[in-house]
Structure formats: C-alpha cells, structure tokens
C-alpha cells in the first residue's frame, strides 16, 4: 500500500521560533499533498493544498505568511510554522493523494511554549 | 458546498455487538465516499472506500459500509465489536475524478468497546 511519513511525529518549541514538518510519500510520486489541523475531540481541518511546483493554495482564513508550504518535488512537501505561538499549538496531519485516495501520515504534535 | 454528517459523536457497544456507525452527505452527485480510522496521537488509516460499482464495500479489519444513493448514506457496520476497534471513525467525502480535490470530513464519532 502506500505510505506517507510525516515528521517529526512530536515538537516543542518557544514562542517565537519557526518550525518545520515534512511530509514524504514514500512509495509513489504526488503531485497534490493536503496539509490539515486538528484540535482536541474535533475533526480535521483542511489548511491548505500543496501542488508540486507551484503555490499552495490555501483555505480561508489560514495565514499563508504564517503556515509555508513548500512542494519542491514529488515526494516530499513541507509546513512551516513560522513565529509560533502558543495558539498554533495543534496537531498537524498531511497526506498525499493516490488514484483518488488520501493516505495519511502519521500526524506532527506542535507544543510552542 | 458538499457536506458529510455522522449521527452520534460518541458509540458505546459491548464487545462481540453489532456496531453501526452512521455517515449521511449532501451531494445530488454521488461522490467517492471514505472511512478512515484514527487511534490516539496518530494519523488516519484508511478502513475503506466507495468509488463507482459494488455499493457494499468490505475494508480492513472485519468492517464493511454500504453506499445507499437513495438514502445518501454510506453507514459504517462490523458485525462483532472487538476491544481493539476503540477509536475515533471518520467518514468523508471528495469530487469524483476532480484531481487534487481535498476530502471534506465528518465531525467524527469515538467509538467505545466495553468487556
């Protein structure tokens, strides 16, 4: 089947600092990775849409400046969450799209101090 | 805007029970239907899907759902409950053949597994 790897599963930083979480399809290219929120006992929130090799697009009311998506190639997308602050702990879950379906990496628990 | 509801955010069932898991959407399109599973502190995993052919649809780990164009429901069902399946269910929905379009998910409904 197919796998996305997402990381670091788990990170603590001060307010104020920038951090960045990868997501790697492993066994397959995608064109089109998918980054979401989740907030404690809630569902997932779509943030925004990766695209390889052009912008991301992102859903109403997600800061672009604030959360940097980057899709350089086919495998691998990043999030960063630039100047963190202790609202913008959450956590982060991306997947990558396959033949019509999303595989899930294993999700990125964001602490900022 | 597409929609997906699922009735009860919270299932109890004692091990060895039927458990059903509702999913209903809102689309005069039948879009390609999903329920992915979450355990504690980690990602989702795909338990099964609907496309296009088959309406019962048989998953991972003795779960099966039913796509019910009438009814606009695609329920999620497993005829004995084991303790192993406690976790949070999710059913969501995507545009048929619309490349890049994001799944657009339920709230969610945690499932319990009493001995």
């Known amino acids: 089947g197919a796998v996305v790897s997402q990381h670091p599963s788990w990170v603590i930083c001060k307010s104020g600092t920038s951090v960045k979480i990868e997501c790697r399809s492993l066994?397959?290219?995608?064109?089109?990775m998918f980054w979401y929120r989740q907030f404690p006992k809630q569902s997932l929130m779509l943030m925004a849409t990766?695209?390889?090799?052009?912008?991301?697009?992102?859903e109403q009311g997600v800061e672009k400046d604030k959360f940097l998506i980057n899709h350089a190639s086919l495998t691998l997308s990043t999030l960063t969450v630039t100047s963190a602050h202790p609202e913008d702990s959450s956590f982060y879950i991306c997947s990558a799209r396959r033949e019509n379906i999303q595989y899930f990496g294993a999700g990125t628990r964001l602490s900022v101090l | 805007a597409q929609s997906v509801t699922q009735l009860g955010s919270h299932v109890s069932v004692s091990e060895g029970a039927l458990v059903l898991l509702r999913c209903n959407y809102s689309?005069?399109?039948?879009?390609?239907l999903f329920w992915y599973v979450q355990y504690p502190n980690q990602g989702l995993q795909l338990l099964l899907k609907y496309t296009t052919g088959a309406t019962l649809v048989k998953g991972i780990n003795g779960f099966e759902a039913e796509f019910k164009k009438s009814e606009t429901s695609f329920h999620l069902t497993k005829p004995s409950a084991h303790m192993s399946d406690a976790a949070e269910y999710f059913c969501?929905?995507?545009?048929?053949?619309?490349?890049?379009?994001?799944?657009?998910f339920g709230k969610g409904t945690t499932l319990s597994v009493s001995s």
């Open positions: 969501a929905v995507s545009e048929p053949n619309q490349a890049g379009t994001a799944l657009i």
């Open positions: 990766s695209n390889e090799g052009s912008k991301a697009t992102y």
């Open positions: 689309s005069s399109v039948p879009p390609y």
């Open positions: 066994d397959f290219q995608a064109t089109t």
